[in-house]
């Protein structure tokens, strides 16, 4: 009988990423509210919108980097408040390639993410592990 490997220690994450996805200008409008509530209720790290696919990404979206501790509270409100949107969730640990493919979730219909694009190592690529600098100010509570 062959050993099981051993369990991730959750230490292993750094922060998380939610990458909110839209295909046309309606889905888009619905994913501006959703940016907008997002920044409103939680201290995050916005990135930029993107009209065409980047990355390994499939379809157009933004980015939401978090610390770890808000993940019991914007996730469950992404689940709430997505507007019919995909957003993948994954964390980000040191393999890229995992975080996006095996240990991520997903909010809504599965999209394309392109594997070869991303690294199975960050110490491979001389890349290092993202530090979150929040860029929102928020005024509501969000529960």
């Known amino acids: 009988m062959s050993e099981s490997p051993a ?20 889905a888009r ?15 995050v790290q916005m990135g930029r919108w993107h009209d065409r696919h980047v990355g390994p990404h499939g379809a157009p979206m933004y980015q939401i980097a978090f610390t ?6 914007l996730v469950p409100w992404l689940m709430l408040n997505r507007r019919g949107l995909s957003v993948l969730v994954h964390p980000n640990t040191d393999n890229p390639h995992d975080d996006h493919l095996v240990h991520a979730l997903w909010l809504g219909p599965p999209l394309p ?24 100010l928020p005024s509501i509570d969000p529960i």
């Not at 369990?7 to 309606?26: G, M, N, Q």
């Not at 501006?32 to 201290?43: L, Y």
């Not at 694009?117 to 929040?134: F, Q």
């Open 68 to 73: 770890t501790d808000l993940f019991a509270t």
């Open 29 to 43: 409008d619905r994913a501006g509210w959703v940016r907008d509530r997002v920044a409103e209720r939680f201290r």
């Open 113 to 136: 993410i392109d594997g070869s694009r991303l690294p199975k190592s960050l110490r491979d690529t001389g890349g290092a592990i993202e530090v979150i600098n929040p860029n929102t």
């Open 7 to 26: 369990a991730h220690p959750l230490r292993e994450i750094t922060s998380y990423h939610a990458h909110v996805y839209f295909s046309d200008d309606a």
